[in-house]
C-alpha cells in the first residue's frame, strides 16, 4: 500500500508543474485580452444547462447579450459555468470584449474573467503540498 501512496505523491507533484504552467499561460491571455477589450453594459438573456449530469447535477453557463461600440447587438455563450447558477436571466451584467472580434467577450467578474488562471495557480499549490506530504509521509526512497 506504501508503494502506491509513493506513485501518488509523484503523480502530484509531477501534475504540479503542468497546471502551474497553465495558470501562467492563462493569466498572461486574459491580461493581453483585459489590455484589447472594452467595457459594455450587457444582460443575461438565458443559462444554458450542460447536457450531462454528474453526480453534482448539471452546470449552467450564461448567455450574454450586449450592444458593441458598432451598434450591432451580439450574443455570447459563456465558456465558464456553475452549479448553482451564478446568475439569474434578466440580470444587468458588465461585458468586455475586443473590438476587432466582439464574439470573444466575458462578463467582467472574478471568477468568468480570471477562472481559468485562478483554478490553474490553485489546482497547482494543491498538487504540490499534496504531493511533498505523501511523500513526507510514506517516504520516497530517493
Same mark, same amino acid.
Given at each position: 500500500?506504501?508503494?502506491?501512496?509513493?506513485?501518488?505523491?509523484?503523480?502530484?507533484?509531477?501534475?504540479?508543474?503542468?497546471?502551474?504552467?497553465? +495558470?501562467?499561460?492563462?493569466?498572461?491571455?486574459?491580461?493581453?485580452?483585459?489590455?484589447? =477589450? @472594452?467595457? *459594455?453594459?450587457? &444582460?443575461?438573456?438565458?443559462?444554458?444547462?450542460?447536457?450531462?449530469?454528474?453526480?453534482?447535477?448539471?452546470?449552467?453557463?450564461?448567455?450574454?447579450?450586449?450592444?458593441?461600440?458598432?451598434?450591432?447587438?451580439?450574443?455570447?455563450? +459563456?465558456?465558464?459555468?456553475?452549479?448553482?447558477?451564478?446568475?439569474?436571466?434578466?440580470? =444587468? @451584467?458588465? *461585458?468586455?470584449? &475586443?473590438?476587432?472580434?466582439?464574439?470573444?467577450?466575458?462578463?467582467?467578474?472574478?471568477?468568468?474573467?480570471?477562472?481559468?488562471?485562478?483554478?490553474?495557480?490553485?489546482?497547482?499549490?494543491?498538487?504540490?503540498?499534496?504531493?511533498?506530504?505523501?511523500?513526507?509521509?510514506?517516504?520516497?526512497?530517493?
Amino acid at each position: 500500500m506504501d508503494q502506491i501512496w509513493r506513485i501518488l505523491g509523484f503523480v502530484a507533484l509531477c501534475a504540479s508543474p503542468c497546471s502551474i504552467i497553465y +495558470s501562467v499561460i492563462s493569466f498572461f491571455r486574459t491580461r493581453s485580452f483585459l489590455l484589447r =477589450s @472594452v467595457e *459594455v453594459d450587457g &444582460e443575461v438573456v438565458r443559462l444554458e444547462r450542460s447536457k450531462d449530469r454528474d453526480r453534482y447535477g448539471y452546470t449552467y453557463a450564461p448567455v450574454f447579450a450586449f450592444t458593441a461600440a458598432d451598434g450591432k447587438s451580439y450574443t455570447v455563450t +459563456s465558456d465558464a459555468g456553475s452549479s448553482p447558477p451564478g446568475f439569474a436571466e434578466g440580470e =444587468s @451584467v458588465k *461585458v468586455r470584449y &475586443e473590438p476587432e472580434n466582439p464574439e470573444n467577450a466575458r462578463i467582467h467578474t472574478l471568477f468568468q474573467t480570471w477562472g481559468a488562471a485562478l483554478m490553474g495557480a490553485f489546482g497547482g499549490v494543491f498538487c504540490l503540498i499534496w504531493g511533498w506530504l505523501v511523500l513526507r509521509r510514506f517516504g520516497a526512497n530517493w
